[in-house]
């Protein structure tokens, strides 16, 4: 049977465990932290050579027709497909992969260089690809490496960052939000003079690919930080990570996902400090996290709210199967405002408590169900959302097509992919002395009150309707 502390670390280091594991919380730990050593990871490649080519052939048309619109909604309708292939490729390595922490903290980074490519099938590949690889590598590399990738450059401007007129959004949000965090540590003239250094970087548009625009890049002296000199882009990266303020930023952040969201300023200068004196090394500060005594705390335990993605995948994960069609995943989670390569803004995705409202924890508690039995569920009309649930055809169209008709579309997807539960499954956990108390165990990371504990005891007539009703609770929302 589980316990809450290996729930805890499950839920928290990746995206729970499934029902018939048999890990202590010994053992899972010494499995995660032996997995993420080896850094094995299964390649994400869903856009083919063809695809690639169509997209190239659309780019040269549309630079050389005069119906750009025309060329422009085909260039949008081949990226959404390979979008949605894209997001169905990564949920299913969160939901199976048995390196679980690289896919949690690549959706860390993920969020944290939140960018956002609607018309490059290629270019989210790539951002995804640089994610996984350095995920708990160094934070220095994933830092450059993201920054050049063809995502970033457009999404913040830097093409237009040129010699004869600069341009700030690249170079403030660098210190703002991914080194030094908000006020911390630089000045208004800073970010100009290193808006200055990151000139003339480029990124190709058909293929994605950085370079150097020497023409456009300023060769004059700069003065960042106090020093000067004629300074480059990566002379600027060397100096934010000089700061051991880059690395206090980083380890809060690690910390509020990780650990709490209210933060303890102690064990945040401890970790900074192990971060700094390792050379920004991610992998040796969540060891340090997750062997710790203080990470198991009672304070620490079930104090997150799940995202709708971490929520999601983690039902699958714990009830799924490697056949199961991940499908619902992306209708839920586009109701529940997080969708994967699409971030609200460059501040990314809310957290914890932001994350739930009247309207959201209603919907949250009735997906399960929804998913295991293919229920219909009440679904209100969002000004922002057209409710396709991944449908690319439905994607395309008008935005005055009926919300209800977009919403039976969608609704039929999800009865299509049932979640198929292992009856026998559940059988061998009922031959528990407490099936209830079992299986609750198995699927939260923290304990239901007694009197709902004791109210799904007496309505258990079914395992598959107990099951539902546990995922049901606001427990269930909770790790």
Same mark, same amino acid.
């Not at 202590?24 to 050579?49: M, P, R, S």
């Not at 060329?71 to 959404?80: A, G, P, T, V």
């Not at 640089?130 to 590399?141: I, K, W």
């Not at 090394?281 to 997750?290: D, G, S």
């Given at each position: 049977?589980?316990?809450?502390?290996?729930?805890?670390?499950?839920?928290?280091?990746?995206?729970?465990?499934?029902?018939?594991?048999?890990?202590?919380?010994?053992?899972?730990?010494?499995?995660?932290?032996?997995?993420?050593?080896?850094?094995?990871?299964?390649?994400?490649?869903?856009?083919?050579?063809?695809?690639?080519?169509?997209?190239?052939?659309?780019?040269?048309?549309?630079?050389?027709?005069?119906?750009?619109?025309?060329?422009?909604?085909?260039?949008?309708?081949?990226?959404?497909?390979?979008?949605?292939?894209?997001?169905?490729?990564?949920?299913?390595?969160?939901?199976?992969?048995?390196?679980?922490?690289?896919?949690?903290?690549?959706?860390?980074?993920?969020?944290?260089?939140?960018?956002?490519?609607?018309?490059? &099938?290629?270019?989210?590949?790539?951002?995804?690809?640089?994610?996984?690889?350095?995920?708990?590598?160094?934070?220095?590399?994933?830092?450059?490496?993201?920054?050049?990738?063809?995502?970033?450059?457009?999404?913040?401007?830097?093409?237009?960052?040129?010699?004869?007129?600069?341009?700030?959004?690249?170079?403030?949000?660098?210190?703002?939000?991914?080194?030094?965090?908000?006020?911390?540590?630089?000045?208004?003239?800073?970010?100009?003079?290193?808006?200055?250094?990151?000139?003339?970087?480029?990124?190709?548009?058909?293929?994605?690919?950085?370079?150097?625009?020497?023409?456009?890049?300023?060769?004059?002296?700069?003065?960042?930080?106090?020093?000067?000199?004629?300074?480059?882009?990566?002379?600027?990266?060397?100096?934010?990570?000089?700061?051991?303020?880059?690395?206090?930023?980083?380890?809060?952040?690690?910390?509020?996902?990780?650990?709490?969201?209210?933060?303890?300023?102690?064990?945040?200068?401890?970790?900074?400090?192990?971060?700094?004196?390792?050379?920004?090394?991610?992998?040796?500060?969540?060891?340090?996290?997750?062997?710790?005594?203080?990470?198991?705390?009672?304070?620490?335990?079930?104090?997150?709210?799940?995202?709708?993605?971490?929520?999601?995948?983690?039902?699958?994960?714990?009830?799924?199967?490697?056949?199961?069609?991940?499908?619902?995943?992306?209708?839920?989670?586009?109701?529940?405002?997080?969708?994967?390569?699409?971030? &609200?803004?460059?501040?990314?995705? &809310?957290?914890?408590?932001?994350?739930?409202?009247?309207?959201?924890?209603?919907?949250?508690?009735?997906?399960?169900?929804?998913?295991?039995?293919?229920?219909?569920?009440?679904?209100?009309?969002?000004?922002?959302?057209?409710?396709?649930?991944?449908?690319?055809?439905?994607?395309?169209?008008?935005?005055?097509?009926?919300?209800?008709?977009?919403?039976?579309?969608?609704?039929?997807?999800?009865?299509?992919?049932?979640?198929?539960?292992?009856?026998?499954?559940?059988?061998?956990?009922?031959?528990?002395?407490?099936?209830?108390?079992?299986?609750?165990?198995?699927?939260?990371?923290?304990?239901?009150?007694?009197?709902?504990?004791?109210?799904?005891?007496?309505?258990?007539?079914?395992?598959?309707?107990?099951?539902?009703?546990?995922?049901?609770?606001?427990?269930?929302?909770?790790?």
């Amino acid at each position: 049977m589980a316990d809450i502390g290996l729930m805890h670390l499950a839920h928290r280091a990746g995206f729970g465990l499934p029902l018939t594991s048999n890990f202590t919380k010994e053992t899972y730990l010494k499995t995660l932290l032996e997995k993420a050593k080896e850094g094995q990871i299964n390649e994400i490649k869903v856009i083919d050579d063809q695809a690639i080519r169509r997209f190239r052939q659309l780019m040269d048309e549309q630079e050389n027709n005069s119906d750009k619109v025309k060329f422009n909604r085909q260039i949008i309708l081949l990226s959404q497909k390979c979008q949605i292939a894209l997001r169905l490729a990564w949920l299913r390595e969160m939901v199976q992969s048995e390196n679980q922490l690289i896919e949690k903290m690549a959706l860390f980074w993920h969020n944290h260089f939140a960018t956002s490519d609607k018309r490059n &099938p290629i270019a989210n590949e790539q951002l995804l690809d640089v994610l996984r690889q350095n995920a708990l590598g160094n934070f220095g590399t994933l830092l450059r490496q993201v920054s050049k990738t063809s995502v970033m450059m457009r999404y913040l401007n830097n093409q237009q960052n040129t010699k004869k007129s600069p341009n700030e959004n690249f170079a403030r949000e660098v210190m703002e939000l991914f080194t030094l965090g908000r006020d911390n540590g630089y000045t208004e003239q800073d970010i100009k003079e290193a808006a200055r250094a990151f000139t003339g970087w480029k990124v190709n548009r058909r293929t994605g690919v950085f370079f150097e625009q020497k023409g456009q890049m300023d060769q004059g002296e700069k003065t960042i930080f106090g020093k000067t000199g004629n300074f480059s882009g990566d002379d600027v990266f060397d100096m934010l990570l000089e700061n051991k303020q880059t690395a206090r930023h980083i380890c809060e952040k690690i910390y509020r996902y990780f650990v709490n969201p209210l933060v303890d300023e102690k064990r945040v200068e401890d970790l900074s400090d192990l971060m700094y004196k390792n050379n920004y090394e991610i992998l040796p500060v969540l060891e340090a996290v997750f062997t710790s005594d203080w990470f198991y705390d009672t304070k620490n335990v079930g104090s997150q709210i799940k995202s709708p993605i971490e929520m999601l995948a983690g039902l699958y994960r714990q009830l799924g199967h490697e056949e199961e069609d991940l499908s619902p995943i992306l209708y839920y989670s586009r109701l529940l405002s997080q969708q994967l390569f699409d971030l &609200p803004n460059v501040g990314g995705w &809310p957290h914890h408590k932001d994350w739930i409202d009247a309207s959201s924890l209603m919907l949250r508690l009735q997906i399960p169900s929804a998913i295991i039995s293919a229920e219909q569920i009440d679904i209100a009309a969002k000004t922002d959302d057209d409710a396709t649930g991944g449908n690319e055809e439905l994607e395309m169209m008008n935005e005055e097509v009926p919300f209800e008709r977009l919403k039976r579309a969608a609704e039929n997807r999800v009865k299509k992919a049932k979640l198929h539960i292992d009856e026998p499954m559940l059988e061998s956990i009922a031959s528990e002395k407490d099936f209830t108390a079992s299986i609750s165990e198995r699927l939260l990371c923290v304990n239901l009150k007694s009197d709902v504990l004791q109210q799904i005891k007496s309505s258990e007539d079914q395992r598959l309707a107990t099951l539902k009703r546990i995922l049901s609770t606001p427990e269930y929302q909770i790790c």
